[in-house]
């Protein structure tokens, strides 16, 4: 995020001289003066939508910072053994192992976001066919045999928005190649 | 001219009554920016495109512009949180300036003249991750025999790296919080992320800012290269505007 970074005076503090969409979210979602809900119209997709933008940008810009700090790193001289590694291991180990879950649909959501398509669940209901096959190629470290929870998953996931399932769906597909550590 | 149903009202915020509109680009929820008053205070209104729902990216940074315009022209202003759409001005007079006039009057008096800074603090992962290797042989013994078609081990080494991190932590953003120059207004948010060490809000005084920028700059240099400071604002007073 450097690149919207202004460094300024002593230099060591980061001062952001505009508000990247990153920064608007983490500054302003959720956050002010509340309406009742039932004097408010109920706009839809706001809240969907807002969540949405929420969980995928904190999943993008953990993507970035992680890949910035290992295309930076100079310590490791182990060949091929990278920090690549220990980040990604990090960012699945820690209590927020469902965030980076959804790192694989993030790059589709933030289109999905910035053009602001309300049509995209027909986009999302295409990409279901892959999803099986992209998440074995990610996850080439996975044992077999896991494939018996996906039934049960489908039935726990009512949520409305299919890409909101489909979200969970990739997250419990993380939490499984995390050893089965439900949460 | 319209129906209350053709042209609803995006509510921003609550200003003085009498306060000037900020001059800006009519985009989105800002379309039509008016100012809605009642009983001495005004609600910053626009009108939200009937043809869709809101919610794109491009809505929050206008609902993000016109707050922030009004701050930057001084103005005292409560946030509202995104998506505030009543049936009508007519609504935002009786639903919320009337309703609520006495907790509005409050707020506004609250935040008058204050502005909020928003401080993030993460590890500086190459100086931390350093380190644990440096202190912690276990951590480094994974590491450096660690390999790639073994997923329990990387598995181990994250959750030992996340575990010291999660050890350190709170000695870390206790060392930023007594060192920060202005606390009285201060609320703490949860933070997430492993490397995530603070995210608060400050209730600062704008005359004050300056000097509260200079401050943690300080701070920043103190915790250096250890912590990176990163410091958001002057913004309005989102934080600050809650029950709370």
């Given at each position: 995020m450097?690149?919207?970074?202004?460094?300024?005076?002593?230099?060591?503090?980061?001062?952001p001289?505009?508000?990247?969409?990153?920064?608007?979210?983490e500054?302003?979602?959720d956050?002010?003066?509340?309406?009742d809900?039932y004097?408010?119209?109920s706009?839809?997709?706001?809240?969907?939508?807002?969540i949405?933008?929420?969980?995928?940008?904190?999943?993008?810009?953990?993507?970035?910072?992680?890949?910035?700090?290992?295309?930076r790193?100079?310590?490791?001289?182990?060949?091929?053994?990278?920090?690549?590694?220990?980040?990604?291991?990090?960012?699945e180990?820690?209590?927020?192992?469902?965030t980076?879950?959804?790192?694989?649909?993030?790059?589709?959501?933030?289109?999905?976001l910035?053009?602001?398509?309300?049509?995209?669940?027909?986009?999302?209901?295409?990409?279901?066919?892959?999803?099986?096959?992209?998440?074995?190629?990610?996850?080439?470290?996975?044992?077999?045999?896991?494939?018996e929870?996906?039934?049960?998953?489908?039935?726990e996931?009512?949520?409305?928005?299919?890409?909101?399932?489909?979200?969970?769906?990739?997250?419990?597909?993380?939490?499984?190649?995390?050893?089965?550590?439900d949460? | 001219?319209?129906?209350?149903?053709?042209r609803?009202?995006?509510v921003?915020?609550?200003?003085?009554?009498?306060?000037r509109?900020?001059?800006?680009d009519?985009?989105?929820?800002?379309?039509?920016?008016?100012?809605?008053?009642a009983?001495?205070?005004?609600?910053?209104?626009?009108?939200?495109?009937?043809?869709?729902s809101?919610?794109?990216?491009?809505d929050?940074?206008?609902h993000?512009r016109?707050?922030?315009?009004?701050?930057?022209?001084?103005?005292?202003v409560l946030?509202?949180?995104?998506?505030?759409v009543?049936q009508?001005?007519?609504?935002?007079?009786?639903?919320?300036?009337?309703?609520?006039?006495?907790?509005?009057?409050?707020?506004?008096?609250?935040?008058?003249?204050?502005?909020?800074?928003?401080l993030?603090?993460?590890y500086?992962?190459?100086?931390?991750?350093?380190?644990?290797?440096?202190?912690?042989?276990d951590?480094?013994?994974?590491r450096?025999?660690?390999?790639?078609?073994?997923?329990?081990?990387?598995?181990?080494?994250?959750?030992?790296?996340?575990?010291?991190?999660?050890?350190?932590?709170?000695?870390?953003?206790?060392?930023?919080?007594?060192?920060?120059?202005?606390?009285?207004?201060?609320?703490?948010?949860?933070?997430?992320a492993p490397?995530?060490?603070?995210?608060?809000?400050v209730?600062?005084?704008?005359?004050?800012?300056?000097a509260?920028?200079?401050?943690?700059?300080?701070?920043?240099?103190r915790?250096?290269?250890r912590?990176?400071?990163?410091?958001?604002?002057?913004?309005?007073?989102?934080?600050?505007?809650?029950?709370?």
């Amino acid at each position: 995020m450097s690149s919207a970074v202004e460094q300024r005076r002593g230099g060591y503090l980061d001062r952001p001289s505009s508000s990247s969409l990153a920064d608007v979210v983490e500054l302003i979602l959720d956050k002010g003066l509340v309406i009742d809900a039932y004097i408010r119209v109920s706009i839809v997709g706001i809240e969907i939508l807002t969540i949405d933008a929420r969980i995928v940008i904190a999943s993008v810009d953990t993507y970035l910072r992680f890949a910035e700090a290992t295309n930076r790193l100079d310590l490791y001289e182990h060949g091929g053994k990278d920090l690549g590694e220990l980040t990604e291991s990090l960012s699945e180990g820690g209590a927020e192992g469902k965030t980076s879950g959804v790192i694989e649909g993030a790059k589709h959501k933030v289109d999905e976001l910035m053009h602001g398509d309300d049509e995209d669940d027909e986009d999302d209901e295409d990409d279901e066919d892959d999803e099986d096959n992209e998440e074995e190629d990610e996850e080439e470290d996975e044992e077999p045999g896991d494939d018996e929870d996906d039934e049960e998953e489908e039935e726990e996931d009512e949520r409305p928005s299919r890409s909101r399932r489909n979200r969970a769906r990739q997250s419990s597909a993380r939490r499984r190649s995390r050893g089965g550590d439900d949460e | 001219m319209t129906t209350s149903v053709d042209r609803m009202s995006y509510v921003f915020g609550v200003v003085a009554a009498g306060t000037r509109l900020p001059e800006i680009d009519e985009a989105g929820p800002a379309a039509a920016l008016r100012l809605v008053e009642a009983a001495g205070l005004a609600a910053v209104v626009g009108t939200p495109p009937a043809h869709r729902s809101l919610g794109r990216a491009a809505d929050l940074l206008t609902h993000d512009r016109v707050v922030a315009a009004l701050v930057e022209a001084g103005t005292p202003v409560l946030p509202m949180r995104f998506g505030a759409v009543l049936q009508s001005d007519a609504a935002v007079i009786e639903d919320v300036l009337t309703a609520r006039h006495d907790e509005l009057r409050a707020g506004l008096a609250r935040v008058a003249g204050r502005v909020q800074f928003t401080l993030t603090v993460r590890y500086e992962q190459q100086v931390v991750l350093r380190g644990l290797l440096a202190a912690r042989p276990d951590i480094a013994r994974l590491r450096g025999s660690q390999d790639a078609e073994n997923f329990d081990q990387r598995l181990r080494l994250g959750e030992l790296v996340v575990q010291a991190l999660d050890e350190m932590r709170p000695a870390d953003a206790q060392a930023v919080l007594a060192d920060l120059p202005d606390t009285a207004d201060l609320l703490l948010h949860k933070t997430t992320a492993p490397d995530a060490v603070l995210h608060a809000a400050v209730l600062v005084e704008r005359q004050a800012a300056a000097a509260f920028e200079r401050g943690v700059e300080l701070v920043a240099r103190r915790h250096h290269p250890r912590l990176q400071l990163r410091l958001a604002g002057p913004s309005a007073p989102y934080d600050f505007v809650g029950a709370g």
